[in-house]
């Protein structure tokens, strides 16, 4: 797949730990993802073990825990790695104990504060040292503006997280990144730090405390899923189960390209094949195979049960092998060995 390539691997036996990234790969809005707990028990039983690692600055991780244990995931507070906490650490390492943060966003991220020993605030008037912003429903205008006026005044600002939208029933909201940018328009400059992925923080301070020593990043968004491994230098499988769908994967630019593809969490559990290239434009994984041919990646699908898996990790790698084909994710399946 990408320049880490696949070669014959299995994950459950490859990586001693995933990352699980939360909405889009275990459940969407309330409803658990297909197979999700199913496959996370089964890697458990051979001892993989995992991180719940998620941006959602406005949740604490009790509240997230709680989440996964009712959805029939077993997760304890310590596995719950949020961009609020990764926030805080950046804060705790820079500030003394008990300084004043003006926090704005939702519990998590008092909690989280609290949490490394600092004092959340919620107005000027305690002459906060730091903002740390990240996303809450109930965030207000009176918030911002004390944000953006503590920022001008010299405060260090960190964002928990940049993510410009927001699933919700129906469609798409403004997310953290939105509120971000409203304080940086008003107070003339962006945050200090970024603690959430793609940024390093969160990365980090999840593999510091799942103690991975081989780990695997575990997503369905590019930007930041994949990217924030990527960054770092760490291994990552993309699921089929949320934001990205394959064109989109097809497309990805170099940066956001997943080590590992798979439909969902059931791919920790399946050995994932090599793919070859001849070195004329045709990739090949088990019996299926993928060209660039006049705009558009014509696949072969394989016979069984991954097929169509390996086809679209064939044309993965041949968009990706061709960046200036603009193949847009044009797809044309010569046949299928589906039954
Ligand atoms: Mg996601």
């Not at 996370?40 to 406005?58: D, H, K, P």
């Not at 305690?126 to 918030?143: E, H, I, Y």
């Amino acid at each position: 797949m990408s320049d880490q390539r696949a070669v014959g691997i299995l994950p459950v036996d490859e990586f001693d730990v995933a990352l699980l990234d939360l909405d889009g790969v275990i459940y969407i809005g309330p409803h658990l993802v297909d197979h999700a707990d199913g496959a996370i028990a089964l890697a458990r039983e051979r001892g993989m073990r995992f991180g719940f690692v998620t941006n959602n600055a406005s949740r604490t991780p009790e509240d997230v825990a709680a989440h996964l244990c009712e959805l029939g995931i077993g997760a304890s507070v310590d596995d719950v790695v949020t961009s609020s906490q990764a926030g805080a650490h950046v804060l705790a390492q820079r500030l003394d104990a008990d300084t004043a943060v003006l926090a704005v966003g939702g519990p998590g991220v008092d909690a989280a504060l609290l949490e490394f020993g600092l004092r959340p605030v919620r107005s000027l008037e305690a002459q906060p040292a730091a903002v740390m912003q990240g996303f809450g429903r109930d965030v207000q205008w009176r918030d911002l503006a004390d944000a953006s006026v503590a920022v001008r005044r010299g405060a260090y600002w960190v964002a928990t997280n940049l993510d410009a939208t927001l699933p919700i029933p129906g469609g798409r909201a403004p997310g953290n990144g939105m509120l971000v940018a409203a304080v940086a328009q008003a107070a003339g400059r962006g945050p200090d730090a970024v603690a959430g992925k793609p940024h390093a923080p969160l990365m980090r301070d999840s593999i510091d405390r799942l103690q991975a020593r081989r780990p695997l990043v575990v997503g369905d968004r590019l930007d930041t899923d994949i990217e924030g491994a990527d960054r770092l230098g760490i291994p990552s499988l993309l699921v089929m189960t949320g934001v990205t769908d394959v064109a989109t994967a097809m497309s990805a630019p170099a940066g956001q390209r997943p080590t590992l593809l798979a439909r969902d969490l059931r791919g920790l559990l399946e050995r994932h094949p090599s793919i070859d290239g001849d070195g004329r434009g045709c990739w090949s994984a088990r019996s299926s195979r993928a060209r660039v041919e006049e705009g558009a990646v014509v696949v072969r699908v394989g016979r069984g049960n991954d097929g169509w898996m390996d086809a679209l990790r064939c044309a993965c790698a041949a968009s990706w092998a061709t960046p200036d084909a603009d193949i847009g994710g044009a797809v044309r399946v010569l046949s299928s060995g589906m039954p």
